[in-house]
């Protein structure tokens, strides 16, 4: 039954809690990295487990910026910006490393006794947790968007 | 992270406690390398008490599988962590290990 | 006493716990030989939950050791409490077993 | 140096708490055994370990009173006596079974893994655990006393 009623605001447009941190790109760096990400997830009311998966996708992706895109060379840095309303986090991931779009990189499958290819797992993890994965090269810097707007149910 | 090695005659149990990221594995794989120099190829890794698992070291944990199924070894998982094993299944890897319930299992398995 | 047994390929681990005198030393022997009847001849028993232990558990202890060393297994102890322990030297029966920490060393030293 | 002072009275001459039972022989009395020699140790002081030494010791007694004496026959009974002093235990059993007398049983060695005997480990656990153990056969009854007047020190 339809109703005249006018719908509710949706929940984009309530205001986001943003926190913005930036990192020396260095593995060492990579505990506060989740520390942000569960912080910025408990203010989204989501479970220890769903957390985690968003603390183990943001890893992924800085682990990737630090190790590829950075190669090592001092001096690199890199940005982690969360955004939560309840309900639904945003992790946005900006460094200066060259343009680097893993939106477009093969997803890997499920490696088998015959087949343990190693490469490519951390892309995988981020796709399997985040609803949605979004990359742009804005100037000299890579953007990586992940969201994450419902509850983890597991693997 | 921490690694606390528990050599038997037929396996070595090899606990890992704490956070495996980039910044840690190079030491799990260091530690692991070393046992497989002594000769050891049968692996228990006791994963109760990981905290975090990136892919730096699942890797490090697929690489060392490889090596130990070559010289007729194995290395087996017991008493995973929640976090431990939704890493191994995001990343597609848990259809490589064999899995254990307890230490006590895994080292009977051998 | 209870008498709680937990299978694995190689080896079979028997947990015993409470009072072994005369009174129930014939529970532990009928399910030790129902296990040996089912081919079984590698075993770690499990004594921590042991309160008292008298000569006669003691004797199935030695007849089972007997029986299993025959046919090539052998029957090792774990974890023994205080009390199993004090027992078994009182007894003078312990340069007969192979005694371990905990069930996992038990069990890897098969 | 010597004093004039008169000894304080011999441990012999202090009361003794005496708690005497009877039970059937049966094996099931077993646990009731123990809990009556752990009531009497607990009097004289002794530590958890003694103690539980001290029951061993009376359990394989009793244990062969019922095995051995009665040979399992219906109706017999097994009386348990003990007499607790401070630092000082005294078990006496007393059976209508007959004549037996264990001290005169020769002691079996520690076992070995070419020597496994199994019989006689009832009588080397008393002895182990007791400073006296005394025999006398009184009428138509065996009466067995066990002493126990120190710390055990473990085996
Ligand atoms: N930020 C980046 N810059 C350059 N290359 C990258 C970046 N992130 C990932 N890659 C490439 O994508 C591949 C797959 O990445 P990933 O799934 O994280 O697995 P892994 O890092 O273990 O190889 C990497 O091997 C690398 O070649
Ligand atoms: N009360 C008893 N009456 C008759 N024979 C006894 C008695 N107690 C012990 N014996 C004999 O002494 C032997 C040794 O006793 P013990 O050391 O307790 O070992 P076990 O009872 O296991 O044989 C017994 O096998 C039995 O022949």
């Known amino acids: ?155 | 992270m921490e690694i606390k090695t528990q050599p038997y005659e037929r396996v070595t149990v090899v606990a890992v406690e704490g956070r495996v990221d980039s910044a840690s594995a190079g030491d799990l794989e260091a530690e692991l390398k070393r046992l497989i120099e002594e000769g050891k190829a049968s692996f228990v890794l006791d994963l109760s008490g990981v905290e975090f698992l990136s892919s730096s070291g699942l890797r490090v944990l697929v690489t060392t599988l490889k090596t130990v199924r070559k010289a007729g070894g194995d290395l087996r998982l017991a008493a995973m962590s929640q976090r431990a094993s939704d890493a191994i299944e995001l990343a597609g890897l848990d259809p490589l290990f064999k899995t254990y319930e307890d230490r006590e299992a895994a080292v009977a398995s051998f």
Not at chain 1, 44 to 63: I, K, N, P
Not at chain 1, 76 to 86: K, M
Not at chain 1, 124 to 131: T, Y
């Open chain 1, 1 to 155: 039954m339809r109703t005249a009623k006018q719908p509710s605001p949706p929940s984009e447009a309530a205001t986001a809690e943003v926190s913005r941190q930036t990192f020396p790109a260095e593995s060492e760096q990579l505990r506060q990295v989740c520390e942000s990400v569960r912080e910025a997830a408990s203010l989204c009311g989501f479970d220890e487990r769903t957390s985690y998966a968003c603390q183990l996708a943001t890893c992924e992706a800085v682990e990737n910026v630090i190790q590829h895109g950075y190669r090592g060379a001092a001096g690199g840095q890199v940005t982690v910006e969360t955004r939560a309303r309840p309900g639904d986090l945003v992790v946005e991931i900006v460094d200066d490393a060259p343009p680097f779009d893993p939106t477009s990189y093969p997803l890997v499958s499920d490696a088998s006794p015959d087949d343990m290819q190693v490469g490519g797992r951390g892309i995988l993890m981020i796709h399997r947790v985040m609803d949605d994965v979004h990359y742009e090269r804005r100037g000299n810097k890579n953007h990586l968007r992940l969201t994450k707007n419902r509850a983890f149910t597991g693997a």
